[in-house]
């Protein structure tokens, strides 16, 4: 059994989302992942981030305790296309080393507040997750990688995709982030 999971890097709920995907793996279930930018209004360079208070930041920050995810927020949101773009180049390589890659970044991003704009950086992330760093540098340059980009997010249209993360569950969409215990529940399901 399998599902289909969109997610961006510059979303909190996809960062805490990694966990709900664990869950899903730990019982059998394959997680088939694909970027979408959720803000492609973000211009490179990124923009200034608001202050990150009350119940959603709240909540989020407890899920991701919970989840062993040190979340630490940046000043800026990152315009993803770039890094999104990169995985999805490696995902179509390898879906291991882009799923350790996705890992990476989500970390560089909400842990270490990193560039991850970098194209310098990404290279390193996805060489340190198994990857070519100089076939995915060749794929930005030549728009290979934003291409895969652009299918995964004609793909997410035709699914009727809106918003990160989104679960495609037996052809129905399940968007935002459910309790741990609930991703237990289906796995138990889809597992059966």
């Known amino acids: 059994m399998s599902v289909e999971h969109w997610f961006d890097f510059v979303c909190p709920f996809c960062y805490v989302a990694q966990d709900r995907n664990r869950v899903l793996r730990e019982h059998g279930i394959e997680v ?43 000043d800026r949101m990152p315009h993803t296309r770039t890094a999104l773009a990169a995985f ?3 995902n179509s390589v390898d879906s291991e080393v882009a799923e350790r890659f996705a890992t990476s970044v989500f970390a560089a991003y909400f ?9 310098d ?47 495609i569950v037996g052809g129905q969409a399940v968007s935002g982030l459910r309790p741990r215990e609930w991703f237990k529940d289906l796995a138990g399901v889809l597992a059966a």
């Open 88 to 90: 999805e180049w490696l």
């Open 32 to 74: 088939v992942e694909h970027g979408m930018r959720i803000h492609p209004e973000i211009p490179p360079g990124g923009t200034p981030a608001g202050p990150r208070v009350g119940p959603t930041y709240d909540f989020l920050a407890q899920q991701a305790e919970e989840a062993g995810l040190p979340l630490h927020w940046s």
């Open 121 to 167: 950086l990404l290279s390193t992330l996805a060489e340190a997750a198994g990857g070519d760093a100089a076939r995915l540098r060749a794929a930005l340059t030549d728009g290979t990688a934003y291409d895969a980009l652009t299918r995964s997010e004609q793909r997410a249209a035709e699914y009727g995709v809106m918003g990160t993360p989104t679960w």
């Open 111 to 119: 842990a270490e507040q990193l560039d991850i704009e970098s194209v």
